[in-house]
């Protein structure tokens, strides 16, 4: 089954203690981003990777950091948390950056406490 | 801003209505595209309309698209309560570094 897979679910956590949400996908796509959910603000973008060891910066990249070594594999990290990086975060992967369907994971939730 | 903007951004009907909802941009867009969440899960693809086209279907879904008027709606025909999500548009802008951006969202209500 062609999918999206983040780990973990659910975390809570505390300040400053680094922490590592990966993204997978089973569809051979180039083009993966990150995204995250606030009420009110929507959808805002993270990171973004256009193939293999090329990462670039989206809206809100600030406190983020990102790697792409492997064309599955999109991991986020949070080098030192804060509570204002606790949202609800998602994986999204597609064949291309533009014109094409983004396919989502189930999202993380991120508590930071 | 080159966020999309959903209009209304609450909308409440009984099952087996039609749910109409919009989306204004802008800028000038290569391709629109319409999601829908459920409520504590990913975002789900619906359809995708380029800039050369005007309609398009997908079941009970239609999304029209009107370039001039930098709009498009997306028309949820005799609704169920399953239908019951948050809607999204997202739209991916012409020029460099273009990227899809979602708007906030439509939270449509069904009831049964």
């Known amino acids: 089954e062609a999918q999206v897979t983040q780990n973990p679910r659910y975390l809570i956590t505390v300040t400053g203690k680094k922490l590592t949400v990966t993204c997978s996908q089973n569809?051979?796509?180039?083009?993966m981003s990150w995204y995250r959910q606030d009420p009110g603000l929507g959808l805002r973008q993270i990171y973004y990777s256009m193939n293999v060891e090329v990462t670039d910066k989206g809206d809100v990249p600030e406190g983020y950091k990102v790697s792409r070594k492997e064309k599955r594999n999109f991991p986020l990290i949070l080098e030192s948390p804060s509570p204002n990086q606790t949202s609800l975060y998602f994986c999204?992967?597609?064949?291309?950056?533009?014109?094409?369907?983004?396919?989502f994971g189930d999202g993380t939730r991120l508590s930071i406490l | 801003s080159q966020q999309g903007e959903e209009d209304p951004q609450a909308l409440s009907i009984q099952e087996g209505e039609n749910a109409t909802m919009n989306c204004s941009y802008k800028?000038?867009?290569?391709?629109l595209q319409w999601y829908r969440q459920n409520s504590g899960r990913g975002l789900v693809h619906l359809i995708l309309?380029?800039?050369?086209?005007r309609e398009k279907h997908s079941g009970r879904l239609r999304v029209t698209l009107d370039t001039s008027k930098k709009s498009s709606s997306l028309l949820i025909t005799a609704s169920r309560a399953a239908d019951t999500a948050s809607y999204f548009c997202a739209t991916d802008f012409t020029g460099a570094n273009s990227k899809l951006t979602f708007g906030k969202g439509i939270t449509l209500s069904v009831r049964p």
């Open positions: 309309i380029r800039s050369n086209e």
């Open positions: 999204a992967s597609s064949f291309a950056q533009g014109g094409q369907p983004q396919h």
């Open positions: 569809m051979n796509h180039e083009y």
């Open positions: 800028t000038s867009i290569n391709n």
